[in-house]
């Protein structure tokens, strides 16, 4: 198999485009899409701080050493690293290992705070306090939250995430399946500035999940392979194999989804334009309602019976 520009040997092989690419030419082909992406989301006039959050992961990773490649040089754009501790035994050590041994390699400056600094709790002992519940339902309430807090502390413009081509339309697939409109409207990246939330972009939005995989390793990128125990719970975890069954049939079915969304993104957002928010009675971050939703899901914890 050989390289369709070259002629060298290939690495992989782009079933949605039917290109085979070498090494150079592959890693050509991704960081041009980020390139246009970032081009895209960020809009950098005068100094720009953006702030990435970086899990060590594959794709928090890889987003983080492409931006630090695009814009690392650049005077106007100062580039911090964000990790956020789930309490998660066994699984988040290592990213935090991966996380600070790139930010070593790259020279970012490196923010770390954990849930149980954030709200008291670590995700061990809430699996252990709410068994019932899907662990993956206060995990992205506190994960949202931490990484707000954070960007804001550091005074960063734009929250920088992993999200990568598959994430992006197993959402834009979850919310249609749900018929939540409202949330769909609210994907990033935002280009809507409201008070005390810092700004998502997404300069991965447009690379399938096993290219960023690709990348990082023939760019030697660290991360940590491990996955969440408590991920398979998720409701997401079964529409990224009917997502995956979708694109093995039909190559570029991914993209398709994302193009929808972008051709109907527009109209969603008038039908849903953003709520007013206004300080959390308890935590001051921004909420449509008195108390946010992490509050919230502290009150019912709190509020559980202790073994």
Same mark, same amino acid.
């Given at each position: 198999?050989?390289?369709? $520009?070259?002629?060298?040997?290939?690495?992989?092989?782009?079933?949605?485009?039917?290109?085979?690419?070498?090494?150079?030419?592959?890693?050509?082909?991704?960081?041009?899409?980020?390139?246009?992406?970032?081009?895209?989301?960020?809009?950098?006039?005068?100094?720009?701080?953006?702030?990435?959050?970086?899990?060590?992961?594959?794709?928090?990773?890889? +987003? +983080?050493?492409?931006?630090?490649?695009?814009?690392?040089?650049?005077?106007?754009?100062?580039?911090?690293?964000?990790?956020?501790?789930?309490?998660?035994? /066994?699984?988040?050590?290592?990213?935090?290992?991966?996380?600070?041994?790139?930010?070593?390699?790259?020279?970012?400056?490196?923010?770390?705070?954990?849930?149980?600094?954030?709200?008291?709790?670590?995700?061990?002992?809430?699996?252990?306090?709410?068994?019932?519940?899907?662990?993956?339902?206060?995990?992205?309430?506190? $994960?949202?939250?931490?990484?707000?807090?954070?960007?804001?502390?550091?005074?960063?413009?734009?929250?920088?995430? /992993?999200?990568?081509?598959?994430?992006?339309?197993?959402?834009?697939?979850?919310?249609?399946?749900?018929?939540?409109?409202?949330?769909?409207?609210?994907?990033?990246?935002?280009?809507?500035?409201?008070?005390?939330?810092?700004?998502?972009?997404?300069?991965?939005?447009?690379?399938?999940?096993?290219?960023?995989?690709?990348?990082?390793?023939?760019?030697?990128?660290?991360?940590?392979?491990?996955?969440?125990?408590?991920?398979?719970?998720?409701?997401?975890?079964?529409?990224?194999?009917?997502?995956?069954?979708?694109? $093995?049939?039909?190559? /570029?079915?991914?993209?398709?989804?994302?193009?929808?969304?972008?051709?109907?993104?527009?109209?969603?957002?008038?039908?849903?334009?953003?709520?007013?928010?206004?300080?959390?009675?308890?935590?001051?971050?921004?909420?449509?309602?008195?108390?946010?939703?992490?509050?919230?899901?502290?009150?019912?914890?709190?509020?559980?019976?202790?073994?």
């Amino acid at each position: 198999m050989r390289c369709d $520009r070259c002629g060298a040997e290939a690495v992989t092989l782009v079933r949605y485009s039917g290109a085979h690419l070498c090494p150079e030419h592959f890693a050509v082909f991704v960081e041009n899409r980020v390139k246009r992406e970032v081009r895209r989301q960020l809009h950098l006039n005068g100094s720009t701080r953006v702030a990435c959050a970086l899990s060590g992961g594959k794709d928090s990773s890889v +987003a +983080a050493y492409l931006l630090h490649a695009i814009m690392g040089r650049r005077p106007d754009v100062d580039l911090v690293a964000l990790t956020v501790d789930e309490g998660i035994q /066994g699984y988040r050590p290592p990213g935090l290992e991966s996380a600070r041994e790139l930010c070593d390699r790259l020279g970012l400056e490196h923010h770390i705070l954990s849930y149980r600094d954030l709200v008291g709790w670590e995700m061990d002992t809430v699996v252990s306090t709410d068994p019932e519940t899907i662990p993956c339902s206060y995990c992205g309430v506190f $994960r949202r939250k931490a990484l707000n807090v954070l960007a804001r502390e550091v005074e960063a413009d734009y929250l920088a995430t /992993g999200l990568n081509l598959d994430d992006t339309a197993q959402s834009v697939l979850m919310n249609l399946g749900r018929a939540d409109l409202e949330k769909l409207a609210r994907m990033g990246p935002h280009d809507h500035l409201q008070p005390g939330l810092v700004p998502r972009v997404q300069p991965l939005r447009t690379v399938p999940e096993k290219e960023v995989y690709l990348y990082a390793l023939l760019k030697e990128i660290p991360f940590s392979d491990g996955s969440c125990p408590y991920a398979e719970r998720g409701l997401r975890s079964r529409y990224r194999e009917v997502l995956f069954a979708l694109e $093995r049939d039909s190559p /570029g079915t991914r993209h398709a989804l994302l193009r929808s969304y972008e051709g109907l993104k527009d109209l969603l957002r008038q039908a849903h334009p953003p709520a007013a928010l206004s300080p959390c009675a308890e935590c001051d971050e921004p909420t449509v309602a008195r108390l946010c939703q992490s509050c919230r899901f502290v009150r019912r914890l709190t509020a559980r019976p202790t073994a």
